[in-house]
């Protein structure tokens, strides 16, 4: 990248107003250059947080009218930059917070450098993400899509310049010309990571339509920068000799491709090996913040090399994604992910003049050029897919997909301004381009996948997996089998990822291993290749062996009646009386028990919840409770007893508490009759207080608390006594 100086009447008005403001006065012109650069990096630090905030609310406007949140950064990027209010004076920032940097490249190189690490993050997570065996299925019309795309775009985009150069330059140009040339370029490009990001957000990004735009995507680069580097060779020929050097294009584009091609093929084939080198690191953050440092080192490489950083960032997530820590890798990148890509999508937006756009016949030519762009791209990556087992909507979705042209086209763009080849007019024609294309595409790429119909003609041949289905007693047993067998597989060296914490939906990876594992109540699923089902059954079988020794063994003699007495030892705790309101109220309070025995006291308590609308199936809230009795009694000691269960026949934690004065004989743990009943319910499969509200009634019923209680007449007095308060109402 051409590096770009601070022009002097700028850093003049930056020191003259760095002096103001401080009233500093200095010595020698070093202490300027000091100052100076503590002042950009001033600038800098509000101008990243200023562009956050404006990603952030662009994001949600767009969101909340159902359009793509990248639109909305890339609108707030137009809005805040240079061109528009960036450049507004403000107290403090006489030239506004954007402030026009060169007239080549509006944004400063300290905030584009930022931009570009954005860029490599994109691409490598986009990388990682990629299911590399459907891209390597879709390579081929991957490979027929860039081509089509691009060979398309680049002639109809030199022709047309052709054809109203006579109206713009007041002569009739030639197909080599430098403007038709580049307009043709700039024509090709396509902005894998606009696409990739709405697919992400559809969840389409391994879909078939997903995987063959990111093939065609990266070919599309490696074929653009090859034109590009063609087309500055064959300009840069005629100018010095009026003759093209096609041998030394030649070697240029062979180069190119023979770079891209190896880079992939060795960290395909290495990509194990780069994996146990991470895995050397042990911790999870500095797993990934190496296979960062990969991916920075690569994307330099290329640069260097001649192609662009990002297809070495996406060649170093494609080769990682092969791996069992490539989860391990997004999950820690993620923050970084966040705050980065907006920042990218922003700062592209930032670079749009649309003040350029103002001539008639600039607006007529750029009306036609962005026409032919939009139809090149459509019929030049589409076709292919349709002799491809692709059908008429698959095609429209890849062909869209490959229509923005983003933060490529304004880069070439930029180097023909910069080297005088594209007047500005003619630059802004490449920026309506640009941003009409990138602004098209997304609603309409999400229109397209909106309808969940099949892009293809033929189902794709699925590979034949093995699902295993273990079955056990309860969801409690369920529950310690997975966690019991998750324990195994680290020590066997798997990784473990959830995929959905809501569904409990997991995933263990190790080397190419790839094992799927679904919690579903009582029983668990795992989905399998067949060569990996005797691994798993290997691993349950010695799980529940070890299960069974674990139940031996808590069948010999436990000190229940000590646990249990613990459980009602005295803490002091302020707030306890007061966090059981949330819980309690007058309606499930019963001063006076009709039942006789356990299970009289338990139904009626369960009818009084009934009642009160608190229980959804009285037959399973019944059971539940029951069931809890029968494997242990919960009646304690100082004639408490807190019968409960776990069901989802309730939605929260609900209580009903009743009291018996003349007590029952329970078989309590102090032998003494149980004469305070605190019956509570909970959700199976929703997380509930239920611990702590037992942990709290326990300890709030002392003996000035159970003395108080048992001398309640009312529900009203029940309900003053445990909170402190008879406000509380029905709820």
């Known amino acids: 990248m051409k590096i770009i100086t601070l022009k002097f009447p700028v850093a003049t008005k930056i020191f003259i107003f760095i002096l103001f403001a401080t009233g500093i006065t200095f010595a020698n012109s070093s202490n300027i250059t000091e100052i100076t650069m503590t002042h950009r990096m001033m600038l800098l630090v509000i101008q990243l947080g200023v562009i956050l905030f404006a990603a952030r609310l662009g994001n949600i406007l767009f969101d909340k009218i159902h359009l793509p949140g990248v639109l909305g950064e890339l609108t707030a990027g137009i809005i805040i930059g240079p061109y528009l209010i960036g450049a507004i004076s403000l107290p403090g920032f006489p030239d506004g917070l954007f402030p026009v940097f060169a007239e080549q490249f509006p944004i400063s190189p300290e905030l584009y450098g930022i931009c570009t690490l954005a860029s490599i993050v994109l691409l490598f997570m986009i990388g990682l993400e990629t299911d590399i065996k459907l891209f390597v299925r879709y390579s081929v019309v991957g490979s027929l899509v860039g081509f089509g795309g691009v060979v398309t775009s680049f002639f109809v985009g030199d022709l047309l310049t052709i054809v109203f150069s006579k109206m713009l330059f007041g002569v009739t140009l030639g197909f080599f010309s430098p403007s038709c040339l580049l307009l043709g370029i700039v024509s090709t490009a396509t902005s894998v990571g606009i696409t990739a990001r709405i697919l992400s957000e559809q969840n389409k990004l391994n879909s078939p339509e997903g995987v063959t735009i990111l093939a065609g995507a990266v070919i599309d680069d490696v074929l653009g920068i090859i034109l590009l580097a063609v087309g500055m060779g064959i300009i840069s020929a005629s100018k010095v000799s009026g003759n093209v ?33 991470l895995k050397w690191f042990r911790d999870r953050s500095s797993i990934s913040m190496m296979a960062l440092g990969f991916a920075l080192i690569l994307s330099g490489l290329f640069e260097e090399a001649g192609l662009a950083m990002i297809i070495g960032a996406y060649v170093m997530g494609l080769s990682l994604s092969k791996t069992d820590i490539n989860r391990v890798i997004m999950e820690n990148l993620n923050p970084i992910y966040s705050f980065l890509v907006p920042i990218f999508f922003t700062v592209m937006g930032m670079l749009v003049n649309i003040r350029l756009l103002s001539s008639k016949n600039v607006l007529i030519f750029g009306f036609v050029y962005t026409l032919g762009a939009i139809a090149a791209k459509i019929i030049g990556c589409g076709i292919p897919t349709l002799f491809n087992n692709f059908n008429l909507r698959g095609a429209l979705r890849i062909g869209f997909g490959m229509l923005p042209r983003g933060e490529v086209a304004l880069i070439i763009a930029g180097i023909g301004l910069s080297t005088g080849l594209l007047p500005p007019e003619i630059f802004g024609v490449a920026i309506l381009m640009t941003l009409t294309t990138t602004l098209i595409a997304p609603p309409v790429l999400v229109a397209l996948f909106r309808q969940d119909v099949s892009g293809i003609r033929k189902p794709l041949a699925e590979e034949k997996g093995t699902r295993l289905i273990f079955s056990f007693p309860s969801v409690q047993t369920s529950n310690l089998m997975i966690d019991k067998l998750f324990s195994v597989f680290e020590s066997e060296g798997f990784f473990i990822y959830t995929l959905s914490q809501s569904q409990k939906i997991y995933q263990l990876r190790k080397n190419e291993m790839i094992i799927g594992i679904q919690n579903k109540g009582q029983e668990v699923e795992f989905d399998c290749s067949k060569s990996e089902a005797p691994y798993i059954n290997t691993a349950m079988y010695e799980v529940l062996a070890e299960f069974e020794s674990t139940v031996k063994e808590l069948q010999k003699p436990i000190d229940r009646k000590a646990i249990a007495k613990r459980l009602q030892a005295q803490t002091t705790g302020a707030g306890l009386k007061s966090n059981l309101s949330a819980y309690i109220n007058k309606n499930t309070l019963r001063p006076h028990l009709k039942g006789n025995s356990k299970n009289e006291i338990i139904d009626e308590l369960l009818d009084l919840m009934n009642q009160n609308g608190l229980i959804n199936d009285f037959k399973a809230a019944r059971q539940a409770v029951y069931k809890r009795e029968d494997s242990m009694s919960t009646c304690l000691q100082f004639g408490i007893a807190i019968p409960h269960g776990r069901t989802d026949a309730v939605q929260r934690l609900v209580c009903a508490i009743g009291l018996k004065p003349e ?45 108080a209680l048992l001398a309640c007449k009312t529900s009203e007095d029940m309900l003053d006594v445990l909170t402190g308060s008879n406000a509380i109402n029905s709820k």
């Not at 030649?250 to 090996?273: M, P, R």
């Open 245 to 277: 050097d096609w041998r030394h294009i030649g070697v240029i584009a062979a180069k190119a491709i023979g770079i891209w091609l190896s880079a992939t093929i060795i960290g395909l084939l290495a990509s194990q090996k780069i994996g146990v080198l």
């Open 663 to 707: 007590g029952v004989d329970l078989n309590s743990i102090d032998g003494k009759p149980s004469q305070i009943f605190v019956l509570t319910l909970s959700p199976k499969s929703a997380s509930a207080p239920h611990m702590q509200f037992i942990s709290m009634v326990s300890q709030a019923l002392n003996e000035t608390g159970r003395k």
